[in-house]
């Protein structure tokens, strides 16, 4: 690919550009700088080398986001391995069923992901490393076993006189070699690894330094609130931040709302990457309650004071996010409508990416300041966009792309490949969108979401949630068909479901469902709203698992 530079040069440049400069900090924990990161790089190197690890061979990496957890899959790609970054979410058996299908030689793990493996279910790896401070769990070679319990002494050996930076030198990396393998789910008969070469990496990070590089600078505060082992987070947030040399934050444990806002106070983040249930859990909780009150809706009614009103709301809603944001980037599902327009209307910085994991992930993104309400951004550099559909602009149809950031193809699996990319190299996405003469792009649904009509229509389920989801008592619904009826299937807000009873919850979504249907053409209107206690099963992501209530 003519436009494509070395990815790890990146990756090398980083590290010498920012060599006394803070790099990797656990939060509340111990702070890396970029030295340090670069140190326990080639100390990997070193166990990699002398453990027989070849270039092109498979390493996995499992656990929670955490300083480690970044250099190991540093390590990999700069020596020219293969990383196999795995959710932590996954459970024992799925964790396994990855490393034995993508082959991997090695495994990094974290403290709470060893508890749910059995090594003996992965009997092609021949070694099994602590994330947490690099300690063997389990060798079955004798060249690793060594090369950790001398890994200091070869270290000393090799630079007698400090490790400094003029000793970087990192695998020069080619445009369509493979990087890393992540898969789309941990299931046997659902995994697909998706094959990301070193040009998709190049091509999302000089992209988003090329767009944020002048808006978040070198040595600025950035929290990883998403997985790694995801590529969202990994690109636009843990890829990018190092690359650039901004100074990354990991909450290395579940990031509740409470841990989530305090942390935000402290680091303060130039930039936020994260998915809606987020963003719409903070806003629901801690603004619409205050603006709800009988006062600011009457001053946010006067045309003299409403735009004083407005200002003063966005630097609240500004200060929670630690108030010192650019913006804040939203990818990875649909923004309730209700949030995105409040959020628009106060002139907050908020702008909506799209993505698949099939491109590392990007394929559409607009800054803050060019976004266009219920967009998803414009199509990325070296990416091409068209919309299956006799209308594009107006007419639904599925999404198609292909340029630098697309995968090689799914690992051994070359039915799903030939299906996924055609013969003239589109990747099908599966989702259903219109583009605008703006060039915006605007997500309509999935393709396998789509529901059919009584009468032949096509309905888009997600569409019916995001109005139902802003109405009283719902915290997420799902949408199914059962014959010729729609359902909605409702979590109710347990905080305020608390002072109802059910028939009373029951009474609320039938007016719920009148006001909602209202609003709905005839054929997707829907016939009923059932509740549903538990909260709705999710991916890494935060999307519901909507196959799992199919047939509910």
């Known amino acids: 690919m003519e436009t494509f530079s070395s990815f790890n040069a990146y990756i090398q440049k980083a590290v010498t550009d920012n060599w006394d400069q803070d790099a990797l900090t656990d939060y509340q924990g111990a702070t890396l700088q970029f030295h340090d990161v670069a140190r326990k790089i080639e100390k990997l190197h070193i166990l990699f080398e002398n453990s027989n690890v070849k270039q092109g061979d498979k390493i996995a990496i499992c656990g929670r986001n955490s300083a480690h957890w970044a250099v190991a899959f540093l390590a990999t790609l700069t020596y020219g391995a293969v990383a196999v970054p795995i959710l932590h979410e996954f459970n024992g058996e799925q964790i396994q069923n990855i490393v034995n299908h ?37 060798s079955r070679s004798e060249q690793l076993t060594y090369a950790r319990e001398h890994l200091n002494l070869m270290f000393g050996s090799k630079y007698p006189m400090a490790f400094r930076r003029e000793h970087v030198s990192y695998h020069q990396d080619e445009a369509d070699e493979l990087a890393l393998i992540n898969y789309t789910s941990g299931t046997t008969g659902f995994s697909k690894g998706v094959m990301l070469p070193y040009r998709s990496l190049w091509g999302n990070i000089e992209f988003i330094i090329n767009r944020l590089g002048k808006q978040v600078r070198p040595g600025d505060n950035l929290l990883s609130i998403l997985p790694m082992a995801h590529m969202y987070g ?49 806003i629901r909780k801690k603004v619409f309650p205050k603006i709800q009150d009988n006062r600011i809706r009457l001053l946010l009614a006067m045309p003299v004071v409403n735009k004083k009103v407005r200002e003063r709301i966005c630097r609240e809603v500004y200060n929670a996010f630690g108030g010192r944001l650019y913006q804040i980037i939203v990818g990875g599902a649909a ?7 409040f959020l628009v209307s106060i002139g907050f910085p908020i702008t909506v990416g799209y993505g698949t994991t099939e491109c590392a992930p990007l394929i559409s993104y607009c800054d803050w300041k060019e976004f266009v309400p219920g967009c998803c951004g414009k199509p990325v550099d070296r990416m091409e966009v068209k919309i299956l559909s006799s209308d ?8 198609v792309t292909r340029g630098c950031n697309v995968m090689l193809g799914y690992y051994n699996n070359e039915e799903a490949t030939s299906e996924a990319i055609d013969e003239q190299g589109w990747y099908h ?20 979401n789509m529901l059919l009509g009584a009468n032949g229509q096509n309905v888009y389920p997600e569409e019916i949630e995001d109005k139902l989801n802003s109405m009283t008592m719902v915290s997420e619904s799902i949408v199914i068909q059962r014959g010729d009826k729609l359902v909605a299937l409702v979590h109710p807000d347990k905080d305020e479901m608390m ?8 009474g609320i979504m039938e007016q719920n469902r009148k006001a909602l249907n209202e609003q709905l053409p005839p054929y997707s209107r829907l016939a009923t709203i059932e509740l549903h206690e538990e909260e709705f099963q999710k991916t890494p992501k935060k999307s519901i698992k909507r196959y799992l209530y199919k047939n509910y």
């Open 429 to 448: 996405t599966g989702d259903l969108g219109t583009l605008s003469a703006s060039n915006h792009l605007f997500i309509r649904g999935r393709i396998k």
């Open 234 to 282: 990994m690109a636009v947030e843990f890829l990018f931040g190092f690359c650039h040399g901004c100074h990354l934050f990991f909450l290395t444990r579940l990031p509740s709302p409470a841990i989530i806002a305090k942390a935000f106070t402290d680091v303060q983040p130039t930039l936020v990457v994260t998915v809606p249930l987020i963003i719409e859990k903070i």
């Open 392 to 399: 594009p602009e107006n007419i639904p149809g599925e999404i």
């Open 102 to 138: 993508s082959g991997s030689r090695l495994l990094f793990i974290g403290d709470y992901a060893v508890k749910t493996i059995d090594a003996e279910q992965m009997p092609a790896l021949e070694g099994i490393i602590n994330i947490p401070d690099f300690s063997l769990l389990i």
């Open 499 to 506: 002072s109802f009873s059910r028939q009373e919850m029951e």
């Open 335 to 341: 923004l309730s409508k209700e949030v995105e327009d």
